[in-house]
């Protein structure tokens, strides 16, 4: 039975791989971050709600996908896998395995963009740099749909969305994103584009395959959220609109 046929019948197996250190049997998190806690949890929402009741979710940190008793199978069409993580084993195998392999490779990135798009990378700055906005891509099938700016706020690992960019500056963010996914042949799911600014020049950081702690973000700001489009993605959902709340409201 084929992807689509399983996503007719809500016949769902999915595994979301977390960075954490201990993963309970109920899929709960016992050590990890908060972040994580929250994005594994919102996750969780964003399946739950749409699917049927034999829908399983297993949630494995990464380190035990090598274990003899990991059930994911990557040639069971059953199963939907969902990394909420880049540090994968290199020798796990999934439809997206070479994409993320290519994604944490953040120097060889960042050259890519040198070499074909002419933009300034992280790899020009002698000192340790991150860049310290997010740009969100929803890739569907159809076409990619563009987030508002999710930028670093005041207090260690928060984060604020929207942030106001200026139109011009909005499209060269657009075309680094879009120019970038085709270089990847990068599959329908949630990215952000990681970059910052020097002396007003945009310089590109890292692409992050998944809805990274960033995108905690667009819960309650953003109808759907990034957690939400994400799934939508991977489970070859339509999604017709990003809508912030506040433009929610004003209708």
Avoid at 175 to 188: F, I, K, N, W
Avoid at 189 to 203: E, K, R, S
Wanted: glycine share 6%; net charge negative; aromatic share 10%.
């Amino acid at each position: 039975m084929t992807l689509a046929n399983f996503l007719a019948t809500g016949m769902y197996k999915v595994l979301i791989i977390i960075n954490a250190n201990q993963v309970s049997n109920q899929g709960t998190v016992v050590a990890g971050s908060p972040a994580t806690q929250r994005m594994t949890a919102t996750l969780k929402e964003a399946i739950a709600f749409p699917s049927k009741e034999d829908t399983t979710v297993t949630v494995v940190a990464a380190h035990q996908l090598l274990n003899a008793n990991n059930p994911y199978d990557p040639n069971d069409p059953n199963w939907i896998c969902c990394p909420l993580t880049i540090e994968l084993p290199p020798q796990f195998e999934f439809p997206a395995a070479k994409l993320f392999r290519t994604c944490r490779d953040i120097k060889g990135t960042r050259q890519w963009v040198e070499d074909n798009l002419h933009l300034r990378t992280g790899n020009n700055i002698k000192q340790v740099w991150h860049g310290n906005y997010w740009l969100p891509i929803v890739l569907t099938a159809k076409s990619p749909m563009y987030g508002e700016v999710i930028g670093e706020g005041e207090l260690p690992n928060s984060y604020q969305q929207p942030v106001e960019f200026p139109d011009n500056k909005r499209q060269s963010l657009y075309g680094l994103g879009y120019q970038l996914l085709e270089s990847l042949s990068a599959q329908p799911a949630v990215y952000l584009i990681q970059f910052g600014f020097q002396d007003d020049t945009l310089i590109f950081d890292r692409v992050w395959p998944f809805p990274a702690a960033p995108a905690l973000a667009s819960i309650g700001v953003q109808i759907p959220n990034l957690y939400a489009c994400h799934w939508q993605c991977l489970s070859q959902q339509p999604i017709w609109d990003l809508l912030t709340s506040s433009a929610m409201q004003s209708r």
